[in-house]
């Protein structure tokens, strides 16, 4: 009997240390955001992109990405169904070590996105799409401050900002910044309600934003990815084609090319996803 007990405890311990040797693998070699297709072309320098608008379809420059159904970042779950208009974007870009601190305050400089160009599609050139961006004090959008800065043991970080945009006005959003391990996220969640030619557009919580950044010691740089989800309250404002698609999916590429533009100059080449 006790011979019994000596094999199932033995075989408990063999099974739990398979369990976390594949955890840790797991999450080192995270396929949640990034398939194992995607990773391919990610390292040929690629950036892959996908648009969809409620009713009108989908827009992508590859064959690869899908909307998911629904997602979990930083314990909230979301569920993208929920939202008219998804635009998700995957890039990668090399670095030798992780630089957690630059990564993190880039993520908190919303002042940052103040003279933020995207490709209008419209005019078929490049145009400023944020005219003005600042933090604020948490629940005072009226009262500026400066960025927030990252510091060595802080790990989760709540901040406050307001952006005017070139083509939805003015906007506050309240901000959720996470380090864990190698993986930085951030999620914006759209704190006013947002009205265009005198017809509601946005209420509290339809605009939201989501960021992911995880680094890869195996392939020496990190991984990027994003998300923007909009429920559009304007019927009107799809009916005459005032918003689309390919537009959404260039207003996500101009976040990614703002915020990485410093590590690879490059990417201004390709500050149009949808032409």
Request: proline share 1%; hydrophobic share 40%.
């Amino acid at each position: 009997m006790q011979s019994i007990k000596k094999i199932s405890a033995s075989v408990f311990c063999l099974f739990l240390f398979v369990f976390f040797v594949s955890l840790s693998y797991a999450v080192e070699g995270n396929n949640v955001f990034f398939s194992g297709s995607e990773i391919a072309e990610l390292m040929k320098n690629k950036i892959l992109s996908i648009a969809y608008l409620k009713n009108k379809g989908e827009v992508s420059n590859n064959h690869l990405m899908k909307v998911p159904l629904s997602l979990k970042l930083n314990g909230v779950d979301i569920n993208t169904g929920a939202y008219d208009m998804v635009a998700m974007e995957k890039v990668f870009l090399k670095s030798k070590d992780f630089r957690r601190a630059e990564l993190v305050n880039s993520l908190l400089a919303h002042s940052n996105l103040r003279g933020m160009k995207y490709y209008s599609r419209t005019s078929g050139s490049v145009k400023i799409l944020v005219v003005d961006s600042y933090t604020v004090k948490d629940g005072d959008f009226s009262s500026r401050t400066e960025d927030l800065k990252a510091t060595e043991n802080t790990s989760d970080y709540r901040t406050s900002f307001v952006m005017k945009d070139n083509n939805l006005g003015k906007m506050a959003f309240r901000c959720s910044t996470r380090v864990r391990g190698n993986v930085i996220s951030q999620s914006m969640v759209l704190k006013n309600s947002v009205t265009k030619y005198g017809f509601q557009v946005f209420y509290p919580g339809d605009y939201r934003i989501i960021r992911l950044l995880q680094y890869s010691r195996k392939h020496r740089g990190f991984f990027y990815f994003s998300m923007s989800l909009m429920k559009v309250r304007s019927t009107v404002l799809q009916r005459f084609n005032l918003i689309g698609a390919a537009s959404f999916g260039n207003r996500e590429r101009a976040g990614t090319i703002n915020l990485f533009s410093g590590y690879d100059e490059s990417l201004q080449k390709k500050i149009a996803a949808f032409r």
